[in-house]
């Protein structure tokens, strides 16, 4: 059953991702250092299916994708915060990492308590207290993106119909 | 309801005659930019889209900045990678290690000519938010973003809504840009302007040069804002001359102003008159304290770092170079002096000012991003200590986790050098003529109107 790894308000991608390991952009040699400046057990403790819980603003600072990549690369399946920082936000879609913005779980859940994310309905629960929570829904436009498999799909639309460049969405 | 500055840009970017906050739009780009680290997987990107040319040669920039010159081999793979990109793509802006135009990108984007008023810029890269003093729309994203731009030349945006930050008042001895945005960020958080553009406002914006709006622009990512814009007037109008001139000459840009009835989340006050130096202690840039208090805690430092995006301009260093002519950096203590561009370098050998950094004890490294995000060129050791007039000072930032990092402007900087110890200029007795001098002749167009001006991409 996937555990929870509880942090605090504003964890930066310098933390998420040292900028020393910045040298590679391979999944594998970033997920090797994930959180080490935080949380040096971090990468022995964590296993595939966990979920990051964190306060406000987490992913804040620098616009580093290594950083959603490394969190995903490590086995985290999803990150649930009060609050995510902007750049952090778009990266994490884009690189295929479930993000879930639900306040009234963070300092619900304790470090190592079992938890289950279901990001396509919103859904956490904390088995190990019995309390559940939905988090807030993506707005249509962005849940879209991610139904199509990212980024990538969407621009390739885009690129097939040029008049999509400006506009409402 | 009304728009705000940012919002009109976006609006008009998107072909629409208003938007609100929370809308989801598509917007032409003017200019994308990624850098050696950010560039490499957006290059990935684009090719995945199956693009099979960028949308511009002209409006795509890439830099080799941050691990640049080469740190290791990797590195050098990476500046290869996109070094080969940007000669197949034809792309006008990429400029080699040593051209005069080289640099770190929110450096050379400015000093090219490249944002003007109206713009909308989009880079990968956290700190592209500085091109906001020239009264663009400029904001980070990540190298998936930059990628798709690459081949599209718009993106979506989630239109965001504002803070007002009215500045008053002529700044008080020794006020630098890095103070206002400092005390800024002290004021209203990490995450005070989550989501949301922070426009500057007041009488106050007319004292503060094109450098100080560049400092405190590029800052605004550190209170979690999307953009940080400035005001457009004569001081925007004398760079562009000197850095854009087809632009200028054609009036090829657009002034935007906020409605009166804009609608502001939150509305800040900063008097530049009350404003003591601030320092922003480890391990967040919200940790401002007045220099008075801080330098109380008798903080004994080991390295201090002078340059970066965020205080690596021309003016910047010419203030550090001044206040350094005669005195010599304690012993015991690194004091780096790294030129935020290639232009910046030549220019202070030129001038002469090399020489006091020289005399002074200096070490000074090509321009490179290196010490500021920990990567090389001055990386601190477990417990070590630095004054840096960087733009972060989160836990291991700079190197080791246990090392420990303050933020300031360029005049605790010199005078934390000089004197081994956090503390400020007054107490250093760095001299205030040669500041009130530097100011006066950095204020609007003034020295910074000698750069170099490229031909503008429009």
Known sequence: MPRAHVYGDHVDTDVIIPARYLNTAAPAELARHCMEDIDAAFIDRVRPGDIVFAGENFGCGSSREHAPVALRASGVAAVVAASFARIFYRNALNVGLAILECPEAVGRVSPGDEVEVVPASGRIANLTTGESWIAKAFPAFIQGIIEQGGLVPYTQAKLATPDREAGHV | ?458
């Not at chain 2, 007041?202 to 560049?214: F, H, I, K, P």
């Not at chain 2, 854009?244 to 657009?254: K, L, M």
Request: some cysteine.
């Open chain 2, 1 to 458: 309801m009304g728009m705000t500055q940012s919002q009109k840009i976006l609006a008009r970017h998107a072909d629409l005659a208003t938007v609100a906050a929370g809308d989801l739009i598509e917007a032409r780009l003017d200019l994308v930019l990624a850098n050696d680290i950010t560039g490499p997987p957006a290059i990935e990107v684009f090719r995945q889209t199956g693009a099979t040319r960028v949308f511009d040669p002209g409006r795509v920039l890439l830099t080799p900045s941050h691990f640049a010159p080469n740190k290791d081999i990797k590195s050098a793979e990476h500046c290869r990678l996109m070094r080969d990109f940007a000669a197949a793509e034809t792309l006008e802006h990429y400029y080699e290690l040593g051209e005069e135009r080289a640099g770190i990108e929110h450096v050379i984007v400015p000093e090219l000519g490249l944002a003007a008023p109206g713009d909308l810029i989009i880079g990968a890269d956290s700190h592209t938010c500085t091109d906001g003093a020239l009264a663009a729309f400029a904001t980070g994203v990540g190298s998936t973003d930059l990628g798709c731009a690459m081949a599209t030349g718009s993106t979506w945006f989630r239109v965001p809504d504002a803070l007002a930050v009215e500045l008053v008042g002529e700044p008080a001895p020794w006020i630098t840009g890095k103070d206002v945005i400092l005390e800024l960020i002290r004021l209203i958080g990490v995450d005070g302007a989550l989501y949301a553009s922070l426009e500057f406002q007041g009488e106050g914006v007319a004292a503060l040069s094109m450098t100080d709006r560049l400092t405190i622009c590029n800052m605004g990512i550190e209170a979690g804002a999307k953009n940080a814009i400035m005001p457009a007037d004569q001081v925007t109008l004398d760079w562009l001359r000197r850095h854009a001139p087809a632009r200028h000459a054609a009036s090829d840009f657009v002034i935007e102003t906020a409605d009166p009835d804009a609608r502001y989340r939150r509305r800040v006050r900063i008097d530049l008159s009350r404003l003591e130096p601030v320092v922003a202690w480890p391990s967040l840039p919200a940790n401002g304290r007045s220099i008075s208090a801080s330098a109380a805690e008798n903080v004994a430092i080991d390295q201090v770092v002078i340059g970066s995006c965020t205080n690596g301009r021309y003016a910047d260093l010419a203030l550090a170079a001044r206040l350094l002519r005669g005195r010599r950096v304690a012993r015991g203590l690194r004091c780096l002096v790294i030129p935020g561009a290639q232009s910046v370098w030549n220019r202070l050998l030129a001038d002469g000012l090399m020489q006091d950094f020289v005399a002074a004890g200096c070490i000074v490294s090509p321009p490179t991003c290196g010490p500021c995000l920990g990567g090389h060129m001055g990386v601190l050791a477990a417990g070590e200590t630095c004054v840096s007039t960087t733009n972060r000072n989160f836990v291991g930032r700079m190197g080791h986790p246990e090392s420990r990092v303050w933020l300031a402007g360029v005049p605790v900087a010199v005078a934390s050098a000089v004197t081994g110890r956090l503390t400020g200029p007054v107490e250093a007795e760095l001299d205030p003529a040669a500041f009130s001098e530097l100011r006066a002749a950095t204020s609007g167009a003034g020295l910074e109107g000698l750069m170099p001006a490229a031909k503008g991409v429009h």
